[in-house]
């Protein structure tokens, strides 16, 4: 039996609308700021997206394109600068920075009340005590899609290969929050097909191009690939070997069109949050 695919895509458009509507029925336009240092072909075709889906939903998004060459300390006044902005509710510094700027410093640079990547150290405090935070994207979306398919994770084996701070640890934290049993695995772990091949939730976020296969999988699982490769051909694809995994799995997302669209959903859902609780305050 063939899996059943998560289309990130159908979630995200399905979310998307309702965060539309969302931004038409409140009193102020939410406003995203994204910092674009250098010019990593890459990481300016992720901020088109996020651009793109900001103005699809009405969110004013503001783009801060900076030269690879500027200091730390101008980078640091201008996450200031929108730290003051009161017409702007989110900011994104786009990862990674270049090697001469910590990236450690500029997370904890930006306002806590304004960090919808979850990235900052308050926030991910107050999601590993299961506070109201912002949550991590990556990790938020991978949740939707799980719930979008009536998918269970209270005493779900989840396994996770990753433990990046901005995707492996905190869908890990994420899922435990949700009454799974958690393991992570990383470069160090031997034997990697020994773990994954007990999860019923397999969640892969290394970064390394259609490395999981069938043998790493069990029958029935459900696969969350997270991978963003290019392959030699220059076509993106992600850490699972689609094809044939999915003749295993139960369900399984694509790349593309799988977690990636769920990531800027959420960002946009994030900006909203913060704009609506702005809009409390004042
Ligand atoms: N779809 C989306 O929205 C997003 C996709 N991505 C993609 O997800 C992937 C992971 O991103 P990110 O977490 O930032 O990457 P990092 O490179 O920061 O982390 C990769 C993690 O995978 C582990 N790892 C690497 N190789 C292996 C291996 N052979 N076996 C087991 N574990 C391994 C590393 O272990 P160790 O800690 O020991 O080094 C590390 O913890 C990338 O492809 C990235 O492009 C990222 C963000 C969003
Ligand atoms: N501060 C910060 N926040 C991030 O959220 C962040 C970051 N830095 N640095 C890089 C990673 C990566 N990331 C992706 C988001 C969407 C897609 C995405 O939409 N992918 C499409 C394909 C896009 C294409 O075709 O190139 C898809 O999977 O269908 C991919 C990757 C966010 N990241």
Redesign the pocket.
């Known amino acids: 039996m063939s899996a059943t695919i998560i289309s ?2 159908e979630v995200a458009s399905s979310l998307r609308e309702e965060i539309k509507k969302e931004v038409n029925s409140i009193s102020i336009t939410p406003g995203l700021a994204v910092i674009l240092v250098g010019d990593n072909p ?2 300016r ?2 901020v088109k ?2 651009e793109k889906a900001s103005k699809e939903v009405g969110i004013y998004s503001e783009l801060k394109e900076l030269s690879s060459d500027i200091s730390e300390k101008e980078l640091l006044d201008i996450v200031d600068y929108y730290n003051e902005k009161p017409s702007i509710h989110g900011i ?5 920075l270049p090697g001469h700027i910590s990236e450690k410093k500029v997370i904890e640079h930006i306002s806590p009340e304004k960090d919808v ?1 979850g ?1 900052h150290p308050i926030n991910i405090g107050r999601m590993m005590t299961g506070k109201d935070a912002f949550l991590p ?2 990790p938020y979306g991978i949740l939707q899609m799980l719930k979008y398919k009536n998918i269970q994770t209270e005493g779900k084996h989840a396994v996770v290969v990753g433990r990046s701070n ?1 995707v492996g640890k905190p869908v890990g934290q994420l899922l435990l929050n949700e009454n799974a049993t958690v393991t992570y695995c990383h470069s160090r772990t031997p034997d990697l097909a020994s773990f994954t091949s007990k999860a019923d939730i397999l969640i892969a976020a290394a970064g390394r191009a259609e490395f999981i296969d069938a043998a790493y999988v069990k029958e029935g699982a459900v696969v969350i690939d997270v991978g ?1 490769n290019r392959k030699d051909d220059g076509k ?1 694809c992600g850490d699972v070997a689609f094809e044939d995994v999915k003749e295993k799995a139960s369900f399984i997302t694509p ?7 769920m ?2 959903t959420m ?1 946009l859902y994030n900006t909203l949050q913060s704009a609506k609780k702005h809009a409390e305050r004042v």
């Open positions: 990130g895509k890459a990481s075709s992720y997206g996020k994104l510094v786009q990862l990674p990547d990235f994207c990556t901005i963003m993106l790349v593309p069109g799988g977690v990636g669209p990531t800027i960002l």
